[in-house]
C-alpha cells in the first residue's frame, strides 16, 4: 500500500529551464509533506515543507504546490541548476508522528548544462 | 549538518551472519530511526526510538531488531543476515515527534548479503 507515490523515476531538464517533479498521496489524514533531496552517498536532506492549510510555499528556487482535491504535490525549481542533479523524495508524517516519515519512490533530476 | 554518524559505511557479510550497525548522533535529539532505501521503494521505516529503551517497530521490520541504552546511540541488528536485507540503511533524528518536525539523517550504511 504506497500511500505516498512518485511515479516518474527520471526526469532531465536543461540548466535554467524548470524542474517539476510530482508526487501523489492516497491519505487525506497527511497534515504535512516534505520534500529531501539526496545526492549519491550522502543522507537525504530536507528541502523544503508544506503544510496542508496552505497551497503553496516558496524558499529561493525552490516551491512547493499542494492541490488536495487532487491529493497531488509538486515541486517546481527554477530556474534548475546542474547541482540540483539528484534524486528528491516526497514524503509525509503519520499524523503526530513528526519523524515518522512515509516516502515516495524518488525521481532522479538529471540538469543538463 | 547534524551531527549524525553511522558505522561502518560499507560491509559485506555472509548469508546467516548476525550484523549490527550503529548510529551515533551528537545532537541530544530524543527520537531516532532506522530506514532502509531500495529501488521502486524510497525510504522505508524499520524500527524507531523515543527515548533510552524505549522503540517501536515500523512498516519493515521482519528480521531486524535494535536497542538504545543511552541517547546518542541506536543500534540496528540483523539476527541472521539474507540476501533480501541487502539495501542501505539510513538513521535518522528528530527532535520532536511532532507534525512539521524535519528529521535529520546520517549519510548511510551499505550492506551487501552474500
Known amino acids: 500500500d504506497q500511500q505516498v507515490k512518485q511515479n516518474s523515476p527520471s526526469l532531465s531538464v536543461q540548466e535554467g529551464r524548470i524542474s517539476i517533479l510530482n508526487c501523489d498521496y492516497t491519505?487525506?489524514?497527511?497534515?504535512?509533506f516534505l520534500w529531501y533531496k539526496k545526492y549519491p552517498a550522502e543522507g537525504p536532506t530536507f528541502l523544503i515543507s508544506i503544510s496542508s492549510i496552505k497551497d503553496k510555499n516558496e524558499d529561493g528556487r525552490f516551491t512547493v504546490f499542494l492541490n488536495k482535491s487532487a491529493k497531488h504535490l509538486s515541486l517546481h525549481i527554477v530556474p534548475s541548476q546542474p547541482g540540483d542533479s539528484a534524486v528528491y523524495f516526497c514524503?509525509?508524517?503519520?499524523?503526530?508522528?513528526?519523524?515518522?516519515?512515509?516516502f515516495g519512490q524518488g525521481t532522479e533530476l538529471s540538469v543538463k548544462p | 549538518d547534524a551531527g549524525i554518524t553511522q558505522s561502518p559505511r560499507h560491509k559485506v557479510t555472509e548469508t546467516g551472519t548476525p550484523v549490527t550497525l550503529r548510529c551515533h548522533q551528537t545532537e541530544n535529539h530524543r527520537y531516532m530511526y532506522w530506514y532502509r532505501q531500495d529501488p521502486g521503494h524510497g525510504l522505508r521505516l524499520i524500527h524507531y526510538?523515543?527515548?533510552?529503551?524505549?522503540?517501536d517497530k515500523g512498516e519493515v521490520s521482519d528480521g531486524y531488531s535494535v536497542s538504545r541504552s543511552k541517547t546518542e546511540d541506536f543500534l540496528l541488528t540483523l539476527e541472521s543476515a539474507t540476501s533480501s536485507q541487502t539495501s542501505v540503511y539510513f538513521c535518522?533524528?528528530?527532535?520532536?515527534?511532532?507534525?512539521?518536525?524535519?528529521?535529520?539523517f546520517g549519510q548511510g550504511t551499505r550492506l551487501t548479503v552474500v
Open positions: 491519505n487525506s489524514m497527511f497534515d504535512y
Open positions: 535518522a533524528i528528530s527532535e520532536s515527534a511532532g507534525t512539521g518536525e524535519r528529521a535529520f
Open positions: 526510538s523515543y527515548g533510552v529503551k524505549d522503540t
Open positions: 514524503a509525509a508524517p503519520k499524523r503526530n508522528q513528526g519523524g515518522k516519515l512515509i
